[in-house]
């Protein structure tokens, strides 16, 4: 009998150890994959678990490592599969950390500002921990603005800025005989470019729909928005800046921040549609609806689009921190307003250029609540190019010369609006002025004028001159044509 207790007591001891060790097991964690993605202002390293875990990650110095201890993890990838090429990082080592654990080393070649936080599986993915690598003062464009067109365009709004505070009760103009005199000669005319922010959608770890044949949207409207960015710099008055020019994840509210960043005057950004049925074919174009979408598929699809950034981990939040706080409800009810309309008479003359080359999923611009389009002082449109998920569509969308008669269709469109209403300060503005003839009740600014010479040499009212050329300020241009109001 006390054999048979022993040994019971030792069955019991050891399948506690069994169970113990099993439950280790099930709780610890590998690193199936892991994936990297450079952009010009910062680099994102992706490990795929095979469960969640608790991660620190901190810096040291001489030399220069970033510190990944992987609590309960081992490692089941191969590091120097990485393209650590046009990143911030040397070399990748592996070890066990003393104590257990993983420890992943990171040398780097720049300084950095890492952040980092895991995500829970979703369709695509299961458990990951994201690392960025983030580049302090670098641009996430190639080639930023000239800091002259960005003074340039700061002007213009500024201007635009001090219309809407007029309009705001309390805020009229003074009396004609307390405005000051102008004095300010007419400056050259800064002839400046029209800037075109083109968004290709999705990148990096979010690959946007999956075509029947393998095509990636995230590959597709890349080709698509280089080829459109490529149109636009080859004509004179016009500059591309492209949100991502690479294989790189960029956050919906990032998308907005550099276009305005950068001064754009559009923003187009360009995707492709998809459905559960393969059966739906053909482009439509969105602009943003201030009362929700207009259809129930524009609605879903919004909600598709917009659930990007929870692949991506960032919230897609608007920001108007950079809008001064006493114009912020001026800027939403009527910048958004004057917006919305610049938006939707843009979509319209791109969308009958489409019509041209390709059949049309929607005969009108659509309105839904892309995050993307959501930036009260740009006008902004969101291109479908076509259903990826339709096998016929799938195949022209990777034909290179399908794909530059969409871009060149959906610059056709831009070029046509901005020809006909070019911002101010713009080449295509001075070109309109210096072609036409003014008529009787028109005068052509020479150089060595100035405002209130024009208003005495017409027999006007400086302020009645300002308010038929909707000036918000002394600064006129040479080869500006004026509206001469009839006294």
């Known amino acids: 009998m006390e054999i048979k207790g022993i040994a019971a007591?030792?069955?019991?001891?050891?399948?506690?150890?069994?169970?113990?060790?099993?439950?280790?097991?099930?709780?610890?964690?590998?690193?199936?994959?892991?994936?990297?993605?450079?952009?010009?202002?910062?680099?994102?390293?992706?490990?795929?678990?095979?469960a969640a875990t608790n991660a620190n990650v901190f810096s040291l110095e001489n030399p220069a490592r970033l510190v990944i201890?992987?609590?309960?993890?081992?490692?089941?990838?191969?590091?120097?599969?990485?393209?650590?090429?046009?990143s911030a990082i040397e070399s990748v080592r592996t070890g066990v950390r003393e104590g257990g654990g993983l420890r992943v080393?990171?040398?780097?070649?720049?300084?950095?500002?890492?952040?980092?936080?895991?995500?829970?599986?979703?369709?695509?993915?299961g458990h990951r921990l994201v690392v960025d690598l983030e580049y302090p003062g670098e641009s996430a464009v190639e080639n930023p603005i000239d800091p002259i067109e960005a003074m340039i365009r700061d002007q213009e709004i500024q201007a635009q800025r001090a219309s809407a505070q007029n309009q705001l009760p309390g805020t009229a103009e003074p009396p004609s005989d307390s405005?000051?005199?102008?004095?300010?000669?007419?400056?050259?005319?800064?002839?400046?470019?029209?800037?075109?922010?083109?968004?290709?959608?999705?990148?990096?770890?979010?690959?946007?729909?999956?075509?029947p044949s393998g095509t990636r949207e995230k590959d597709v409207v890349l080709e698509i928005a280089r080829r459109?960015?490529?149109?636009?710099?080859?004509?004179?008055?016009?500059?591309?800046?492209?949100?991502?020019?690479?294989?790189?994840?960029?956050g919906l509210r990032q998308r907005t921040a550099l276009a305005r960043e950068q001064k754009a005057d559009f923003f187009v950004s360009i995707h492709a549609d998809a459905f559960t049925s393969p059966r739906p074919q053909g482009s439509s174009v969105y602009a943003l609806s201030q009362r929700g979408a207009t259809s129930e598929t524009a609605q879903w699809l919004a909600d598709s689009e917009n659930r990007s950034d929870l692949i991506g981990g960032v919230d897609g939040n608007l920001s108007l921190r950079d809008k001064d706080q006493v114009l912020r409800g001026v800027l939403l009810d009527?910048?958004?307003?004057?917006?919305?309309?610049?938006?939707?008479?843009?979509?319209?003359?791109?969308?009958?250029?489409?019509?041209?080359?390709?059949?049309?999923?929607?005969s009108?611009?659509?309105?839904?609540?892309?995050?993307?389009?959501?930036?009260?002082?740009?006008?902004?449109?969101?291109?479908?190019?076509?259903?990826?998920?339709?096998?016929?569509?799938?195949?022209?969308?990777?034909?290179?010369?399908?794909?530059?008669?969409?871009?060149?269709?959906?610059?056709?469109?831009?070029?046509?609006?901005?020809?006909r209403f070019p911002p101010p300060a713009s080449l295509l503005a001075w070109q309109r002025d210096n072609q036409r003839q003014p008529s009787g009740n028109e005068y052509r600014i020479q150089s060595g004028d100035t405002l209130s010479a024009i208003a005495v040499r017409h027999g006007v009212p400086v302020n009645q001159l300002k308010q038929a050329n909707d000036l918000n300020g002394d600064v006129i241009r040479v080869g500006q044509v004026l509206q001469i109001p009839r006294s």
């Open 9 to 50: 007591r030792v069955y019991r001891l050891l399948a506690a150890s069994f169970f113990a060790l099993a439950a280790v097991n099930v709780q610890a964690s590998s690193v199936e994959s892991m994936r990297l993605w450079a952009a010009p202002d910062h680099a994102r390293l992706v490990f795929d678990l095979s």
């Open 69 to 86: 201890d992987l609590d309960d993890t081992q490692m089941g990838a191969d590091p120097s599969t990485l393209p650590l090429n046009d």
């Open 105 to 125: 080393v990171l040398e780097l070649n720049r300084e950095i500002e890492p952040r980092h936080f895991t995500l829970t599986p979703n369709d695509q993915y």
């Open 179 to 211: 405005v000051p005199v102008e004095v300010q000669e007419a400056k050259p005319h800064p002839r400046r470019d029209i800037i075109i922010a083109v968004d290709a959608g999705h990148g990096g770890e979010d690959p946007g729909a999956i075509g």
């Open 228 to 250: 459109l960015a490529s149109e636009v710099n080859d004509t004179p008055g016009f500059k591309a800046v492209l949100t991502r020019d690479g294989d790189y994840y960029i």
């Open 334 to 362: 009527l910048t958004m307003t004057a917006t919305l309309n610049d938006s939707l008479s843009i979509g319209g003359q791109v969308l009958e250029q489409l019509g041209r080359i390709n059949r049309l999923h929607k």
């Open 364 to 419: 009108r611009v659509e309105q839904a609540g892309f995050m993307v389009l959501k930036s009260p002082d740009i006008p902004s449109l969101l291109i479908e190019v076509g259903f990826i998920s339709n096998p016929d569509e799938e195949r022209r969308l990777r034909d290179p010369v399908h794909q530059s008669g969409l871009s060149q269709a959906i610059f056709s469109g831009l070029r046509d609006h901005f020809e």
